[in-house]
């Protein structure tokens, strides 16, 4: 592939990854806006049947409402490599000179900088790659290699789907009060 395509594939995958970002960001809200809801759905249910007190509380850990599948997880990537780790640090870098708190007054900033420092601890290249874009930090783009990116998009896209294969995520989206009990009673009974 000449180099013109590859730049231009990078560019794109960093587009796909930037998209990728709102999608689970949209999900993250998604979910805390439908929480509360769907524990509270459990619990009546968990009172009808007998399986707890009316004045109990409900201890659910988010592990629990996003975990229906087997036990059998796909892996997580190793840790990066040293050449990955440096990239990241030095993107980093880049990003907190104009977002630390410290130095900077702007709510907006200030996100910018959280987000960062989540996707430093995450080893998350690709995120770090977006804010800089965000940002208008310039980046050298030919230092970034078409693995590495489709590593960092296949993980945020198994993320994603897991969330969407959730008991509350699957609750959330049913149409009718019929499959929201359903989703229920499978959520009660998961771990008979």
Not at 104 to 117: D, G, R, T
Request: net charge negative; with cysteine.
């Amino acid at each position: 592939m000449s180099d013109k395509l590859i730049e231009l594939k990078i560019k794109k995958l960093l587009k796909e990854y930037e998209y990728l970002l709102i999608e689970d960001e949209y999900n993250e809200n998604f979910i805390s806006e439908h929480k509360s809801s769907f524990l509270k759905s459990i619990k009546d249910r968990e009172v009808e049947l007998g399986l707890r007190e009316a004045e109990e509380s409900i201890m659910v850990e988010n592990s629990d409402l996003e975990d229906n599948k087997d036990e059998t997880e796909v892996e997580k990537p190793e840790p990066p490599n040293r050449e990955i780790r440096r990239k990241i640090k030095n993107l980093f870098r880049k990003i907190v000179k104009l977002t630390h708190p410290d130095k900077v007054n702007s709510e907006h900033l200030i996100e910018k900088y959280i987000k960062a420092k989540k996707y430093y601890e995450d080893y998350d290249l690709l995120g770090l790659c977006v804010l800089c874009s965000e940002l208008n930090i310039k980046i050298d783009i030919s230092d970034l290699k078409l693995d590495e990116l489709l590593v960092s998009i296949n993980k945020k896209k198994l993320d994603i789907s897991n969330l969407e294969s959730s008991y509350l995520w699957m609750w959330a989206n049913a149409e009718t009060e019929e499959e929201k009990n359903k989703f229920v009673e499978m959520f009660i009974n998961r771990k008979k």
